[in-house]
């Protein structure tokens, strides 16, 4: 069983090929095939590129042997993402000595970063198209059809795709991911993130509004709204400047289409995430009971070097707030061990915050130094590796007796969960999800993907709830 629970060194998802989803009739001359890596916002992107090539009558196919371009939708955000996908550029080189007509494009954070470079330095690269320039994709594939290597990697302050209708190609029908916003200005030390994805924008409440009402009468019953700062989302109606909408008012309102569509939404910075959103969640009972609050670090010395912009103690005090108001929500984070100058102390500290949150689920890093970030600017990247994974060893060990814990005390309670399909060891059970966000196997009976069921637990694992159902919910 795959844990669920914790994930080490690399919280990104490697390598996932998209296909045509089951309903998908309709019949292409030309075919890509794409494969994401990086965040879900990167893989709900890849969603909007398949959109935008439909439009240009590309259909998308798994055969790596059938496509006439290929696409790598990249992630920059450690040093280890991009090894990945120069490994796998190497692969493709076969293909291409085969097919000469075939086209690869290297699409994402990674083409951002690197630009013409990328075109220098990987051979059969065609195509380097930064994130928000995948509107020019068709044309940039016409260029590239005539022998042309082409770039395209400009950012903008304005765009959304808030009009595109991503096309769900791998999707399991009943959850899907909906970005309510892109790029960043927080500007932490260690980030890439706010040179690959460039400056915060917000897309329009209407179409955000539009796409999860869309998603929930197709029969899906779980939306997830992504940003890498969704607290920071800000919207002012062009047409009645007076209505302005933050994340808690955007958060109700996905919340209102219906009571049976399950609202998720990630990442919050702890610095955002008012009282008034805490308030919105506690008040539906259809948004879920769960926040991913990145933490980074339990020394306020080091917070302050990657400028986090809250202390230790701040941070705590949001973990209180969270509990008092929402005393069942579940709490996950992401951690770096080895950030430079920091000490054994400033260690302890991280550990003694994990022992204070005692979060249900984290992503734990060992910090990589990404070119150009402030940190690799400033500070010298002083932690040995060894020291760096040690201390990474430490503070999953650590996790992993809480989230054990956190399995633990669910074992004997009765959740609601949404059926998402078929359990990967068997066909006889189900897998759902409840409202914290853990996995829930139980025996199939007559229920079936989409429904809600009640599901008392009878075990656990270190990831994943074992139970029964106690009926429709
Ligand atoms: N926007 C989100 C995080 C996006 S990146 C937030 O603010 O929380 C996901 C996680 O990757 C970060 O939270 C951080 O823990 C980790 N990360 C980012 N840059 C890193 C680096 N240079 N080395 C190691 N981990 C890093
Ligand atoms: Fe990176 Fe910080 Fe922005 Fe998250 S909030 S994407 S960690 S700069
Ligand atoms: Fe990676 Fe870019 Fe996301 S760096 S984590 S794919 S925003």
Redesign the pocket.
């Known amino acids: 069983m795959v844990d669920q629970v914790t994930k080490v060194h690399d ?1 990104t998802r490697q390598g996932e090929a998209y296909g045509p989803a089951a309903t998908e009739t309709q019949s292409y001359t030309k075919k890509f095939y794409i494969e994401s890596y990086g ?1 879900q916002m990167n893989f709900n992107d890849s969603e909007i590129v398949a959109s935008i090539l439909k439009e240009d009558g590309f259909g998308p196919t798994r055969n790596l042997e059938e496509a006439s371009l290929i696409l790598l939708n990249t992630c920059s ?2 040093e280890k993402a991009e090894v990945t996908v120069r490994k796998r550029l190497t692969e493709f080189r076969k293909i291409k000595q085969r097919n000469p007509e075939l086209l690869v494009g290297v699409l994402g954070c990674m083409a951002e970063r690197l630009k013409s470079k990328l075109i220098e330095e990987e051979k059969l690269v065609d195509m380097v198209v930064g994130p928000d320039a995948y509107r020019t994709l068709p044309a940039l594939i016409e260029e590239a059809e005539t022998g042309q290597k082409t770039v395209n990697v400009l950012l903008s302050r304005e765009e959304t795709y808030g009009d595109i209708n991503p096309v769900r190609l791998d999707s399991n029908g009943v959850t899907a991911f909906v970005s309510i916003m892109r790029g ?1 200005n ?1 500007m ?1 030390s ?4 706010p040179f690959t994805r460039g400056r915060e924008r917000s897309r329009d409440m209407d179409s955000v509004i539009k796409e999860a009402t869309d998603l929930f009468n197709k029969g899906y019953r779980e939306v997830t709204l992504l940003g ?2 969704v607290d920071s989302y800000y919207w002012v109606n062009p047409e009645d400047a007076s209505t302005v909408i933050t994340f808690a008012n955007l958060l109700e309102k996905v919340a209102q289409i219906s009571p049976l569509l399950r609202v998720r939404f990630s ?1 919050s ?1 702890p610095k955002d995430i008012t009282d008034e959103v805490l308030f919105v969640i506690a008040k539906y009972e259809n948004i879920c009971n769960y926040i ?1 609050l ?1 933490v ?1 670090s339990g020394s306020t010395r080091i917070l302050q070097l990657m400028n986090r912009t809250y202390t230790r103690e701040w941070y705590m005090k949001k973990v209180d707030r969270i509990r008092e108001i929402l005393p069942d929500c579940a709490l996950s984070t ?3 061990t080895g950030f430079c100058t920091e000490t054994e102390e400033d260690h302890q500290e991280t550990l003694s915050m994990l022992d204070y949150a005692r979060y249900d689920l984290a ?1 734990m ?6 070119p150009g ?1 402030l ?1 690799a600017r400033r500070y010298q990247d002083d932690i040995p590796e060894d020291v760096k994974r040690r201390r990474l060893a430490e503070v999953v060990e650590l996790h992993r007796s809480h989230s054990l814990l956190s399995m633990q005390k669910d074992v004997g309670k009765t959740f609601k969960v949404l059926v998402e399909g078929t359990s990967k060891r068997s066909e006889e059970h189900l897998f759902g999800r409840t409202d914290q966000n853990k996995v829930v196997i139980f025996p199939k009976e007559d229920h079936k993907k989409g429904d809600y069921v009640w599901v008392k637990v009878t075990d656990c694992t270190a990831g994943t709830l074992l139970g029964t159902s106690t009926g429709k919910a």
Request: charged letters at 15%.
């Open positions: 919280e965040c955000i450690r960043c927080n932490c260690f980030c890439v993130v890498q700062n990442t910075h991913h990145p980074q992401d951690v770096i992503y890093f060992f910090y990589s130094e990404r970030t940190a």
